[in-house]
């Protein structure tokens, strides 16, 4: 099969589907399907509508394997960039997103898109994992920030950027347009949204220093609608309190906070079976919940959110939709055994549209 045969399949199987849930008549659907096959022809491409692209994202969501708060699939705010030429007018899209998506705590799940990519060619290319995200740095006393983001510092620095090597420098946008050099812009202080840890109970808590950004804005995605590749399509849910107080705060290759939270608890930390880790982890993750609650940003708990999830799996099958889950990524890692996640099967097969990983557009940067 050549390319222009894969795209009319997809498009075909895109349109098809997409149609008939937008409740569109059999007329308006063969209609669209003959002026697509046209354009494919005479282009070798075709161009969504906003409605087919608005649509196709929030399908991408519903079949996001890994994603437990997927009950919210169709509430995607979509912004439709696809007109954008400069690298300027990118930038105001990314800050833009960040303003709309926080709505000052009241987190709005959004996605923004940029032009797709044609024979390979990508019109812009974001370098951040998310748009919001912390440095990390090798230092002879040992790393400082998020480890999760050496590589992507490096490359910042290289590029002239300096951070001023607190725990929490917020790495700056990071893009380029088709054929131009990467550029650079650090976000204003006004748009970021973030939140001081502190425990209901714990004063102590407070003295750890610690914090998370509000909006998870996964950046490094590509979705992919019907054969048409968006490769820069940023979008943002609202946080899992676990991703943060379990995994970002607790593992050894992120903060790795066990240690010092165990011993603000007054823990026995010598011994296994004082189960002192665990009892940091739930504190810890207490204590995330407790801060975004009081700050007014919007977060779930994991029970709350796998209620959510079951509300969603029986919504697709009112729908008579098949349910695809990943189930090693959709259980909680706190408590996994106290939702209803782990006492099923889920099948783990890639339905499209979807949001599908690719190729860093940086490659490791050796250490001199
Ligand atoms: N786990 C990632 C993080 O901790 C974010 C992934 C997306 N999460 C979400 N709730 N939409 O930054």
Redesign the pocket.
């Known amino acids: 099969m050549n390319n222009q045969e894969t795209l009319w399949n997809e498009a075909e199987a895109f349109i098809s589907l997409c149609y008939e849930e937008l409740n569109k008549s059999n007329e308006e659907k063969v209609a669209r399907l003959h002026e697509i096959k046209e354009e494919i022809e005479s282009a070798g491409v075709y161009t969504h509508t906003t409605e087919e692209l608005t649509h196709g994202a929030k399908m991408a969501w519903r079949n996001s394997n890994r ?3 997927r009950l919210f699939w169709s509430t995607l705010h979509v912004h439709d960039c696809r007109h954008v030429k400069t690298a300027d007018e990118v930038k105001e899209a990314l800050f833009h997103h960040i303003e709309y998506a926080t709505n000052g705590g009241k987190i709005r ?1 959004s996605i923004t898109i940029f032009p797709p990519e044609h024979h390979r060619q990508q019109e812009v290319v974001i370098y951040n994992h ?1 748009l919001v ?1 912390y440095a990390g740095y090798e230092t002879e006393y040992g790393i400082i920030g998020d480890e999760a983001s050496l590589e992507l510092t490096k490359i910042c620095e290289a590029h002239g950027w300096k951070g001023e090597r607190t725990h929490f420098d917020i790495l700056p946008l990071m893009f380029r347009m088709k054929d131009q050099p990467p550029v650079l812009y650090d976000l204003p202080k006004e748009i970021v949204l973030e939140v001081d840890i502190t425990h209901p109970e714990y004063e102590k808590f407070h003295d750890l220093g610690l914090k ?1 950004y509000a909006v ?1 804005i ?1 950046a490094d995605m590509k979705l992919e609608i019907g054969g048409i590749h968006y490769n820069a399509a940023p ?6 309190g676990t ?2 107080g379990a ?2 705060l607790a593992d050894e290759h992120r903060y790795n906070m066990l240690k010092k939270v165990a011993s603000i608890l007054g823990l026995d930390t010598t011994k296994n079976v004082s189960l002192w880790k665990d009892k940091a982890i739930v504190e810890l993750n207490v204590a995330v919940l407790h801060s975004y609650r009081e700050a007014g940003v919007t977060i ?1 708990d994991h029970h709350t959110a796998a209620h959510q999830f079951k509300q969603f799996e029986k919504q697709e099958e009112r729908s008579e939709r098949r349910l695809t889950g990943d189930w090693t990524w959709l259980i909680p890692p706190v408590s996994p055994a106290a939702t209803h996640i782990f006492h099923r099967n889920y099948e783990n097969a890639i339905v499209k549209p979807n949001y599908f990983y690719q190729e860093k557009p940086y490659k490791r940067i050796e250490k001199a």
Do not use: H, K, S
Request: include cysteine.
């Open positions: 994603c437990i708060g799940p998310q995200r998370w998870p996964i979008f943002n849910g609202w946080y899992m991703e943060i995994r970002n779930v």
